[in-house]
């Protein structure tokens, strides 16, 4: 069944979702571990953001009836050079996450899943809001890399992040 091929695709996005959750709570941890506790804060609402989109895609295939296949988790990255490669490594992850997004969004049309289509529709918009999230916080802490005043600013202002987030389609 030609389905099959994107409920497939959609369990391995299943897998990255939780991936990316467990690489957020790593960077999270090197952030607490150099008190920077406002980083620390924002990147454990983006690992509960990409928990909750694997929960998501789960249901989705649940009221779909079709198979959910969990798969093993790896160990995330959790020793970084400084914070500068933390939200890089943030932005990189974004981005892969976008191209297997919009791949399994062609496969659902090529397969004519209509359904997946628009569930996968709520990602591709979701993942615009990340990467611009990612650049904007990349580009920020380049910027204030070398000036440790600015950095603790930054730091404040990340620890402002609600992490009780509402990820529902509008």
């Known amino acids: 069944m030609p389905k099959e091929l994107v409920f497939n695709a959609i369990n391995e996005q299943i897998n990255a979702e939780l991936s990316a959750w467990y690489s957020y709570l790593g960077m999270s941890t090197w952030c607490s571990e150099k008190q920077l506790r406002g980083c620390a804060n924002w990147l454990r609402a983006q690992a509960q953001e990409e928990y909750t989109h694997a929960t998501k ?3 989705f295939l649940i009221e779909r009836n079709a198979p959910v296949q969990l798969k093993q988790i790896d160990p995330p990255q959790m020793d970084f050079q400084s914070i500068v ?8 992850q974004e981005c892969e996450n976008t191209k297997r997004i919009d791949a399994i969004f062609q496969m659902a049309i090529d397969q004519r899943a209509f359904a997946s289509l628009v569930e996968l529709q709520w990602f591709i918009t979701e993942q615009v809001e990340e990467e611009r999230a990612a650049r904007e916080n990349l580009a920020k802490v380049r910027m204030i890399s070398e000036d440790p005043p600015a950095i603790l600013e930054f730091d ?3 620890g402002e992040r609600n992490r009780i987030l509402n990820t529902r389609p509008a």
């Open 57 to 59: 895609l789960y249901e």
């Open 85 to 92: 490669d933390v939200f890089h490594a943030a932005l990189q």
């Open 156 to 158: 404040r202002v990340m």
